[in-house]
């Protein structure tokens, strides 16, 4: 039975990764903006879907590379969040909608790319062929070389965005409209530049996350209503807004889930990812790290 | 010169101020003082941009800002520090005096040298969180941050708010020594004695209108003593 | 002369759907409407409903058990959710009630006596103490059935809004501070506006499985979110009535697009977008819908 913990952490690792990922696109936005963005779903779709079309496409150029074909989707992910805060978002926000609003408007935004990408690409399941999967043996597991590359990519993603928070002027704006967005424009920041800024990184990071679930996984139109909840639950355990506690929310969701993906029916794996959030939301509605009075 | 002309305004559909009209010179100290809800504060708020406005100018070296967006009047030489959340508790000290301010490097630590030498007491804290400030560190750095801009101008909302009388008066000094080294006033203040001690010019507000303005010899003036009988004297 | 009987079954068929989502939109209007709670849940209790019926029916139980049992389902899990969720932000509700959605499609996935993935078929017996209706053969009848629940219902609604409680409910969501300040325990009263709107919602979904004779997982998932949103919020927060008419339109529309010439897919995913499409603008120019008397902005924090 012991035999099998190690290749669990792994896969809890590489989901934990991906999980994580998009966590922490979500735990960005909400933080700047404060309220739930269900969109981020549809920038994973976006990218995934440009992943797919530009991996499989005739031309030389960009059909042949595997590396081009990440850097265009992840870059078409990030325009299209962009696009989204600049034209959609600010347009609401500039009439004052509440965050009941903005979050319907979020999930529409989601319902639209969904119905966008049926039309174009119709509902069958797509892979990104012409990917050699390399199996590396370590340590008594076994993973691919995507899996590996998922796990660094979340490493230094995660690294970047510190960095960036703590030592940029963006960042500093970006956590200083976080901490009280009124007292920011007083500052002298202009705080619709931060929300596009942030929404850009945010993007990137939505669309790697479509980018590794098309490597991973698979490509259909569903494939990103379910992976919101996962980030939203993983934010929500490590207190909403808080970015680093949505990165261990999301390692502790993917461990947890293949933990229990081993012992029951794959359907239940679903389930205790919700039924984790509803505990949170009972018995710590502030998450692991986040202060009490913030709710 | 910073100017009101006529100004009505408030939130929203809610009118707050009346038809108040003032001047306030940059080498002074106004201050405005006036009883719970006369509208001080919203006054303050009016002139950065966060209020609407119905009628009148907010003028400023002789052009209007009325209509200009918050972030655009802090750039012109006006700094304002709210009553309430005046600092980013999340963010260190040194990173609440580098908030919304583009610096070139040298000219950066040459201003928090000045500031530090204002705020000694702000500098030992200098890479503590902001939240975990006492209440006359909190004010200082809020005043602090507004001054990292070198402004013209400095609105300030009640700093002597919730503080002890001990701390007020090292506030009110700082206050002094701010103008001193060149910096205009305007104060709004719930602290009507201490406030009008440290005056060039008073005004006297009232159900959102100004009921009297005038200089230093307003200390005197019977209404004015009146009205403040009872209140923080 | 064949047209017109084809036609009639039709008519009730559409009729008997706009019924039944009228219910749910009933129920959420209760909830977001005039509370000012912001969820979503309704569309997950309007599934347990349905499954409630579903399994009774198997059971060998009668209408009134069905419905006996969904209101102990629904008032037991939307208890929980309102505890949970009323003492936080908004926010925490609609998050919370976006989830039951998918929990609950994933218990009727793998329950066994839900029928699994396949759900369960057949559900063509109405039981009522006395005597028995066909909904199959004697559409007409359990339309009719149909519509009478309806009328107590909106009824029921329509006395409750107008009494105290609706008051406080408004007030709530007017501004639930104040209210606080005045004495009230605003989480009570979210908590009961909850649990009644989520058994209204539940009895739509007990009359569905009645009419569609057979409940599926997937019956009524997430992606329905648009349509329910669409009907509440052009029929308007905080009207009842504005509720049953934003149903009548907001179906009916989509009806009359089946007579055009296109392939279905085309048309369901047409349709999808322009949904969505009228959604926004409609929430963008007039939040407060057709005959709704509150601005969605106002409502929720």
Redesign the interface.
Known sequence: MLEVLPQLFINGLITGSIYAIIATAFALTYSVTKFIDFAHAAIVLVAAYAFFSVSSSQFPVLGDSLFTAILISIFTGAIVAVLLKNFVYRAFMNKKASKAVLFIVSIIVYFIAQALVQLAFGTDTKTIKGVEILPIEALGTVFSQIELGIIIAAIIFAGMLFAILKYTKIGKEMRAVADNYELAEIAGINSKEVFLKTYFIAGLFASATGITLGLERAIEPAMASTIMLRAITAAVIGGLGYIPGAIFGGYFLGMAESIMGFYMPSGFKDLFAFALLFAFLIFRPHGIFGKKGRV | MLELKNINSGYEKLQIINNVSLAASPKEITVIIGPNGSGKSTLLRTIFGMCNVYSGNVVYNKADITKMQTYGIARIGLSYSPQNKNVFGTLTVQENLEMGRDFVEGEKTKIEEEIFSLFPRLKERRFSDARFLSGGERQMLAMARALMDKPEFLLLDEPSAGLSPKIMNEIFRKIVEINELGTGILLVEQNAKQAMEIANKIIVMENGSIAMQGGRELRNEKKVRHLFFGGVV | MTELTSFIPYLLQVLGTIIIFSLVILGMNLSIGFTGM?TVSHIAFFGIGAYAAAISFKLGLGFIEAIVIGTIVTTIISY?LA???V??????L???S???I??VQ??A??WDLAGGVFGIKGINRVKLPGFEISPITNQLAYVALMLFILAIVFFLLKKLVQSKFGLIFKGIRDDETAMQSLGYNTEKFKTISLIISSIVAMLGGVLYAHFITVVVPTLIT??D??LV?GMLVIGGLGSLEGSIIGTIIFYSLPEALRFVEMPEA?IG??R??VL??I??IV??IR?RGIFGKVD??????
Request: charge should be positive; aromatic fraction near 10%; charged fraction near 10%.
């Open positions: 912001l929980i505890r949970a969720t003492k936080l932000k908004s926010d925490y609609a998050v919370a976006l989830t039951l998918f929990m994933i218990v996935q793998n997430f992606n979110l648009l949103l085309i995913l047409a999808y977008l969505s499409v959604l926004l929430l963008y939040p969605i902005n106002e409502s929720g924090q």
